[in-house]
């Protein structure tokens, strides 16, 4: 299982999400929280659970969200 970050805009009612899928709950908050922030017209985020594969992890450190490496 992973976690997807989900942002609604005004005027519109669904969610939507990016091809990001986290490892854990916190990850995919704090980058859908950093999306609120970059994105305009953002009126609500949250965070959805996903069958899909982890392929970032948020670091704190840069405050963003950074890709893991294919193996």
Do not use: H, I
Request: glycine letters at 4%; a negative charge.
């Amino acid at each position: 299982m992973s976690y997807k970050p989900a942002v609604q805009v005004y005027g519109e009612e669904p969610f939507y999400k990016n091809g990001l899928s986290f490892a854990t709950y916190d990850e995919a908050e704090a980058e859908a929280k950093s999306l609120s922030c970059r994105w305009t017209m953002v009126r609500n985020y949250r965070v959805e659970e996903s069958d899909e594969p982890v392929n970032y992890r948020w670091d704190e450190t840069l405050q963003k969200a950074v890709g893991l490496e294919s193996k």
